[in-house]
């Protein structure tokens, strides 16, 4: 089953539960994917769809932040409601341990020792951790692993 079906079926058990937060959510990410295919005229694979949920996590997390600056705790616990929900659908988030032996290893393959080639090694990284890891996250491990 693919990851738009399966968010298709979430869809419609949402509508019989009567979720609003859950099924207002799934039904924005599916908005997501049928606009991104629309617009490049290609269907997205699970990857793509990976990639896509992993972006709107980024972006909620991002107005998490900004509300909770701004004293909207309000706002903020719905954008927290929205990740929890597109989690659900994203693959087992990957443990510190587990990234910094995968950081430890893409380091030792590539080569590098400075910061300056750090680009080289996020590049190795993001196709290994893609919708498995914040990537703010890879890029602080990675920073302070070669300092």
Known sequence: MTLVEQLKDAMKDAMRAKDKVRLGTIRMALAAVKQVEIDTQVELDNDGV???????????RDAIKQYEEAGRQDLADAEAA????????????????????????????????SMKDMG????????????????????????????
């Open 50 to 60: 990976i990639k896509l949920l992993t972006k709107l996590v980024k972006q909620r």
């Open 82 to 113: 929205e990740v929890v929900v597109l989690q659900d659908f994203l693959p087992q988030q990957l443990s510190e341990a587990e990234l910094e032996a995968l950081i430890s290893k893409a380091v030792a393959d590539s080569g590098v020792s």
């Open 120 to 147: 080289k090694v996020m590049g190795l990284l993001q196709s290994q951790v893609q919708g498995r890891a914040d990537m703010a996250v890879v890029s602080k491990l990675l920073k302070a692993q070669l300092s």
